[in-house]
């Protein structure tokens, strides 16, 4: 490890570690560029966000309690999401009101922990990424990225700084796309209207590829743009920053791709 | 009124598939947002007011019993009564023993949320009185026969032509061949048949947005001018009102005004904002003889100091359902009771019972855009989850989500076995999906993939891929 370099403990948060991996591996290599060490601790599984939003505190705490332990010791603590790192930092040090000694665990981790992009500019500096990427893109703000930890204007400017990329921006850029963890199978028909709406947007901006920087959010669009039939790419902003864009869009084949 | 709050999901059905509806809804999207945005871009104040307003609201409520005596005091003292009454039985009745006592016969009604609560309207049509709605809104849905579905809008689910409609059916005395398409005819008629009602009132019947402690005074904002015809010109004004509308004095009420307004419709201030103290003093030209003010609890006090507090600080302008996609998607009837939207979906397990209404706090993407937009800061969200924690407590969450979640859980909290089974599922679905990197349908999924695709994952999770990286790494270095 080199000398005065952070060292950043990455959350992989459950969805990029299970569906796309890829975009673990842009975090790390926009980490690594920013001068940061990267380790990944195995003892993660998920932030405990499902259970959380379900009601179950107990479940919650238990996983709360698991991240807290496994990222100990990181200089900073770093998910590709929004969603994730505002319940590590939102929410974490609500969960221990009656445990002093967890609660100031929790508290301790919630105050080094970052949503991937916002870390890279207001934490690390960056203002420009050396990627090439030609086309037309359109970024949908994650609403716990943008309203919990205030991230909208970092992506916006990293992506900026790639020559070939044209941003241009879609109607209620910052309106929900329906995804709202189990709310997308709990209530399918309202989810649906709404991320059909979202993708109207979508299809009307003249986007080629759509952006956005939580997994979830961009399966949900992903998904409903490709049974619509629309011929819009959709990537985590992480994999355009980092220049990896390769491996094929969320959904899409390899080309040539059979089995 | 009755609730169907329980067949949430069949409500949201059917107003996703009437057409109707969903042209009317797409007014509330254009109207509201923008207008709320601009009015606070034109004050820079705006979120310090909304600091101050959560403060005098804090205050108050931690001093409610305080500020509720103080208030009765000068109500007294300025000739009119305060009726405290625990349940909507007790508010009905006492409304019902006024309208009796004076002979009523007419009765106009200015908007409030509180009548549709203890559902006053039927009540009163029950025993035999003539009950007029005078907001336009109002007027609207009574002829229809029902509810408001939105809480300073209560016709927004309508179009034009629907009200035109109405009106031509109802107005039958008028002549059939008259211009009623565009909405500028659609007030004048309303204004027109509504006139004659206001002179024939006994009773004239208001809700409050504040009540002022240091004054006894009611205050009531209203932008067509309804309220103070309402108020001012039958023999006896009724306030009907929760407790949680006290204010201690004018400045903090002026205060609130200044929120109020620009949070719902993006004015600076309402048309009308009228402020009743009493009835008519001897030297008086006119008002009321008698003024009274049915002060209703309703469940309110069970909510101070828990869980659900900062609700109490509600003011009523409706900017979270303005803002909310659900609210958006399936309009204000789904929800099923008198309150809609996301204040709705905290308040109304707490009024009529989360068995009965257990959906509304879970049917929210938690996308946060009302406590974002609510002027009064409540952390809507936050007691959203309060009540999944109750109703996961008490088992009341479907049995397919705890099984799953249990499941998910145990996994989750046991990383190497987590790793383990996340690492095959990848693979096999990874193998499943290669050929057209996603799928059309997941028999686990139906939820999911009845409306969207499901992508493929890539193949070996991250941890796998990280874990050959590291070792080939680490066999890199020992061979150079």
């Given at each position: 490890?080199?000398e005065?370099q952070?060292?950043?403990?990455?959350?992989?948060?459950?969805?990029?570690?299970?569906?796309?991996p890829?975009?673990?591996?842009?975090?790390?290599k926009?980490?690594?560029?920013?001068?940061?060490t990267v380790?990944?601790p195995?003892?993660?599984?998920?932030?405990?966000?499902?259970?959380?939003?379900?009601?179950?505190?107990?479940?919650?705490?238990?996983l709360?309690?698991?991240?807290?332990?496994a990222?100990?010791g990181?200089?900073?603590?770093?998910a590709?999401s929004?969603s994730?790192?505002?319940m590590?930092?939102?929410?974490?040090p609500?969960?221990?009101?009656?445990d002093?000694?967890?609660q100031?665990?929790?508290?301790?981790?919630?105050?080094?922990?970052?949503?991937?992009?916002?870390?890279?500019?207001?934490?690390?500096?960056?203002?420009?990424?050396d990627?090439?990427?030609?086309?037309?893109?359109t970024?949908h703000?994650?609403?716990?990225g943008?309203?919990e930890l205030?991230?909208?204007?970092?992506p916006?400017?990293?992506l900026?700084?790639?020559?070939?990329?044209?941003?241009?921006?879609?109607?209620?850029?910052d309106?929900?796309?329906g995804?709202g963890?189990a709310?997308?199978?709990?209530?399918?028909?309202?989810?649906n209207?709404?991320v059909?709406?979202?993708?109207?947007?979508?299809?009307?901006?003249?986007?080629?590829?759509?952006?956005?920087?939580?997994?979830?959010?961009?399966?949900?669009m992903?998904?409903?743009?490709?049974?619509?039939?629309?011929?819009?790419?959709?990537?985590?902003?992480a994999?355009?920053?980092?220049?990896?864009?390769d491996?094929p869009?969320?959904?899409?084949?390899?080309?040539?791709g059979?089995? | 009124?009755?609730?169907?709050?329980?067949?949430f999901?069949?409500?949201?059905?059917a107003a996703?598939?009437?057409?109707t509806l969903?042209?009317?809804m797409?007014h509330?999207?254009?109207?509201?947002?923008?207008?709320?945005?601009?009015?606070?871009?034109r004050?820079?104040?705006?979120?310090?007011?909304?600091?101050?307003?959560?403060?005098?609201?804090n205050h108050?409520?931690?001093n409610?019993?305080?500020?509720?005596?103080r208030?009765?005091?000068?109500?007294?003292a300025?000739?009119?009564?305060?009726?405290?009454?625990?349940?909507?039985?007790?508010?009905?009745?006492?409304?019902?023993?006024?309208c009796?006592?004076?002979?009523?016969k007419?009765?106009?009604?200015?908007?409030?949320?509180?009548?549709?609560?203890?559902?006053?309207?039927?009540?009163?049509?029950?025993?035999?009185?003539?009950v007029?709605?005078?907001d336009?809104?109002?007027?609207?849905i009574?002829?229809?026969?029902?509810?408001?579905?939105?809480?300073?809008?209560?016709?927004v689910?309508?179009t034009?032509e629907?009200v035109?409609?109405?009106?031509?059916?109802h107005?039958q005395?008028?002549?059939?061949?008259?211009?009623?398409?565009?909405p500028?005819?659609?007030v004048?008629?309303?204004?027109?048949?509504?006139r004659r009602?206001?002179?024939?009132?006994d009773?004239?019947?208001?809700?409050?947005?504040?009540?002022?402690?240091?004054?006894?005074?009611?205050i009531?904002?209203?932008?067509?001018g309804?309220g103070?015809?309402?108020?001012?010109?039958?023999?006896?004004?009724?306030v009907v009102?929760?407790?949680e509308?006290?204010?201690?004095?004018l400045?903090?009420?002026?205060?609130?005004l200044?929120?109020?307004?620009?949070?719902?419709?993006?004015?600076?201030?309402?048309?009308?904002t009228?402020?009743?103290?009493?009835?008519?003093r001897?030297?008086?030209?006119?008002g009321?003889e008698?003024?009274?003010?049915?002060?209703?609890?309703?469940g309110?006090?069970?909510?101070l100091?828990g869980?659900?507090?900062?609700?109490?600080?509600?003011?009523?302008?409706?900017?979270?359902?303005n803002h909310?996609p659900?609210?958006?998607?399936?309009g204000?009837h789904?929800?099923?009771?008198?309150y809609?939207?996301?204040?709705?979906?905290?308040?109304?397990?707490?009024?009529?019972?989360?068995?009965?209404?257990?959906?509304?706090?879970n049917?929210?993407?938690?996308?946060?855009?009302?406590?974002?937009?609510?002027?009064?800061?409540?952390?809507?969200?936050?007691?959203m989850?309060?009540?999944r924690e109750?109703?996961?407590?008490?088992?009341?969450?479907?049995p397919?989500?705890r099984?799953?979640?249990?499941?998910?859980a145990?996994?989750?909290?046991?990383p190497?076995?987590y790793?383990?089974v996340?690492?095959?599922?990848?693979?096999?679905?990874?193998?499943f999906g290669?050929?057209?990197?996603?799928?059309?349908?997941?028999?686990?999924?139906?939820?999911?993939?009845?409306h969207?695709?499901?992508?493929?994952?890539?193949?070996?999770?991250?941890?796998?891929?990280?874990?050959?990286?590291?070792e080939?790494?680490?066999?890199?270095?020992s061979?150079?």
């Open positions: 490890m080199a005065g952070p060292r950043v403990g990455l959350f992989v948060t459950c969805l990029v570690d299970l569906m796309r890829s975009v673990g591996f842009a975090a790390v926009l980490l690594e560029q920013a001068g940061c380790e990944v195995q003892a993660q599984t998920c932030c405990g966000q499902p259970a959380y939003n379900s009601g179950d505190r107990a479940d919650t705490r238990a709360a309690e698991q991240t807290i332990q990222f100990k990181f200089d900073y603590v770093v590709p929004g994730c790192a505002g590590i930092r939102e929410h974490y609500t969960l221990f009101e009656d002093p000694q967890m100031a665990a929790a508290e301790d981790l919630a105050g080094r922990t970052y949503e991937l992009v916002s870390f890279l500019t207001d934490v690390r500096g960056m203002t420009t990424v990627s090439r990427f030609e086309g037309k893109v970024y703000d994650s609403c716990a943008l309203r205030g991230v909208q204007d970092q916006r400017k990293l900026g700084s790639i020559p070939g990329v044209e941003l241009t921006e879609m109607v209620e850029h309106v929900c796309c995804f963890g709310f997308c199978v709990k209530y399918p028909d309202i989810s209207k709404i059909t709406a979202k993708t109207d947007n979508i299809m009307a901006s003249g986007a080629g590829t759509l952006l956005a920087g939580d997994l979830g959010c961009l399966m949900n992903a998904g409903k743009l490709q049974r619509r039939g629309a011929e819009v790419e959709v990537r985590h902003v994999e355009v920053l980092a220049d990896m864009t491996q869009a969320i959904g899409e084949a390899a080309s040539g059979s089995d | 009124m009755q609730s169907t709050s329980h067949a999901k069949d409500n949201a059905r996703l598939a009437n057409q969903q042209k009317a797409k509330v999207k254009s109207g509201f947002i923008d207008k709320r945005a601009k009015a606070r871009a004050l820079p104040e705006f979120d310090a007011l909304r600091d101050e307003a959560r403060d005098i609201k108050t409520l931690a409610l019993d305080f500020y509720l005596e208030y009765e005091e000068k109500v007294t300025s000739g009119g009564e305060v009726h405290w009454t625990a349940t909507a039985e007790d508010a009905v009745k006492a409304v019902l023993d006024i009796r006592r004076v002979d009523a007419v009765v106009t009604k200015g908007k409030s949320m509180i009548s549709e609560e203890i559902a006053l309207n039927q009540a009163m049509e029950d025993a035999g009185l003539d007029v709605e005078t336009l809104g109002e007027y609207i009574q002829l229809r026969k029902e509810p408001p579905s939105h809480i300073i809008a209560p016709a689910h309508l034009k629907q035109e409609a109405d009106f031509r059916h107005h005395e008028l002549p059939s061949e008259r211009q009623l398409s565009e500028v005819q659609l004048a008629e309303a204004r027109q048949m509504l009602r206001f002179l024939e009132a009773v004239g019947i208001t809700g409050a947005n504040f009540l002022v402690a240091e004054t006894g005074t009611s009531i904002v209203t932008n067509e309804n103070d015809l309402t108020q001012t010109l039958p023999r006896v004004h009724i009102a929760s407790l509308k006290v204010v201690p004095n400045e903090d009420a002026t205060t609130i200044r929120v109020l307004a620009r949070s719902a419709t993006g004015q600076e201030f309402s048309s009308y009228t402020l009743s103290t009493g009835p008519r001897p030297e008086d030209l006119d009321p008698e003024y009274h003010v049915i002060l209703l609890d309703n309110r006090s069970n909510m100091g869980d659900f507090q900062d609700m109490l600080r509600c003011i009523r302008c409706g900017a979270c359902m909310c659900v609210y958006h998607a399936v204000g789904a929800y099923g009771w008198v809609p939207g996301p204040m709705g979906s905290v308040l109304t397990p707490n009024l009529i019972g989360v068995d009965e209404a257990g959906h509304l706090p049917a929210s993407t938690f996308c946060g855009r009302c406590e974002a937009v609510c002027p009064m800061r409540i952390p809507l969200p936050k007691m989850r309060h009540w109750r109703e996961f407590e008490r088992h009341l969450s479907p397919a989500v099984i799953g979640l249990g499941l998910w145990f996994l989750a909290r046991r190497k076995l790793h383990f996340t690492g095959w599922q990848a693979r096999l679905l990874a193998r290669r050929a057209r990197g996603r799928f059309d349908a997941l028999p686990l999924a139906r939820g999911w993939t009845k969207r695709d499901f992508p493929a994952p890539e193949g070996k999770t991250f941890q796998q891929l990280w874990a050959e990286r590291q080939s790494q680490a066999k890199g270095k061979a150079s």
